[in-house]
C-alpha cells in the first residue's frame, strides 16, 4: 500500500465503528467511513470533543452536527501547497488527504521529464492534483462539470501562487470533452482521471463505473502526446479492484505505447494505532 504521511495540517487520529476521527489544521471533524469496520474502543478524548460530526441518514445524504463554532472555510497546508476546505454536503471537506502520494509522483514525473508536460486532470474537483502539477512545472487542462468546484480550484491555484502558470479551466463533461480534444489533434503527457463511482451525464444517462471504465480509458488513449509518461487512474469503488484496473491500462495502453502498469491501494497513516487506513486504489501506466 501507497501512505500518504507527509502531512503536517491534517492527521487521521483513530478510526472505529465506521467513522474516522481527523484533525484538518485545529479543526478536528468526526466523518463516515465504510471501510471502519472493527469496533475498537474509541478511547482518543477528540471523539467526545469534536468540532463538528457528519451523522448519515437513514434515508441518504445526512447532515453535519456543529459542537463549536466553524469557520465557512479554512487553509490546510501540503508541503508547499495550500487549499481551501470546508464542511461539505455527502461528509466531503474539498480535500482527499490520501492522494498526496499521486500528487508527489506526479510532480516528480513533471520535474524529471526536461521538457515541456502537458497534463489533463479529468473529474478534477477542487483541483489539488492541478495545483500540484502546475507548481512542480506543467502545463494543465482541469476539467470538471461542477462549475462551484472549478471555481474552488481556482482559489486554490490562487493559494499556491500557480494561478497565471499555464492552465485552462473547464466546466464540461469530461468525456465529451475528450472527444472534442481528439478531433483538435490536442495531445498530452499526463492523464490523472478520478471518475465517481455513479453518477448522471449531461443528457441524465447513468454512469456507473464499473461499466464504463475500459471504453473511457480506450477513448483517452488517443487523448494521449507520442510520448507519454503517465496515466493515473483513481477509484474508490469497492468492487473495482486494483488488479483489474491495472489490467485495464495494461491491455488499451501497452499496445500502443510500452511501458508497463501498476497497481494498489493508497491510505493514511492511523495515528492512534500505527496501522493505515485503506482509502481507494490506483493504477498507473508508466511509459
Known sequence: MRVSSQ????????????????RWGKVTLVRPDPQVIWKTPKTHPLWKKADAVYHRSQSGGGH????APLPDRWTVGYKDLRFHVRTMGFKHTGVFPEQAVNWDLVSELIRRAGRRVRVLNLF????????????????VVHVDA?????????????????????VRWIVDDCIKFVRREIRRGSRYDILIMDPP?????PGGEVWKLENEVYSFVELCRDVLSD??????LNSYTTGLSPAVMQYILGSVL??????????GEIGLPVQS???????????????
Not at 453535519?64 to 459542537?67: G, I, L, P, V, Y
Not at 462549475?147 to 480550484?153: F, I, T
Open 64 to 67: 453535519w452536527e456543529t459542537r
Open 254 to 263: 501497452c499496445p500502443a505505447h510500452g511501458g508497463s502498469a501498476q497497481s
Open 273 to 287: 494505532t500505527g496501522l493505515v487506513l485503506p482509502c481507494g486504489a490506483t493504477a498507473i501506466w508508466r511509459r
Open 7 to 22: 502531512w503536517k495540517d491534517y492527521t487521521l487520529l483513530d478510526c472505529s465503528d465506521g467513522e474516522r476521527l481527523e
Open 227 to 232: 510520448e507519454p509518461l503517465a496515466v493515473l
Open 146 to 166: 461542477s462549475r462551484g468546484m472549478v471555481q474552488w480550484a481556482k482559489e486554490n491555484a490562487q493559494l499556491c501562487g500557480v494561478a497565471d502558470r499555464p
Open 197 to 201: 463511482s455513479y453518477g448522471r451525464g
Open 124 to 139: 478534477a474537483y477542487t483541483g489539488a492534483a492541478t495545483v500540484s502539477a502546475l507548481y512542480a512545472g506543467a502545463e
